[in-house]
């Protein structure tokens, strides 16, 4: 079993191991569920992953407008 120690602020620090395992990076949210006599942390969604396809375009771009839009923005970031 991986343990880890509580700051005084209440801070804990999650093993290498488990963050490289479970895809935990500096900035992503955990939540905490009681479950009986045990505390389970787990991964949450960040906010982008959460409302991903909730939004609807109201219209389409086409291939072309697409390419326009991304030769405008090189022509910007080759200005600023």
Do not use: N, Y
Request: aromatic share 4%.
């Amino acid at each position: 079993m991986l343990s880890s120690s509580v700051t005084t602020k209440g801070q804990v620090t999650i093993p290498v191991e488990l963050r490289e395992r479970f895809g935990i990076k500096p900035g992503d949210r955990v939540g905490f569920v009681e479950e009986g006599d045990r505390i389970v942390l787990q991964r949450q969604e960040t906010a982008i992953k959460a409302v991903f396809g909730i939004v609807k375009a109201s219209k389409g771009a086409t291939l072309e407008r697409m390419e326009e839009a991304i030769a405008a923005g090189r022509g910007r970031h080759a200005r600023g």
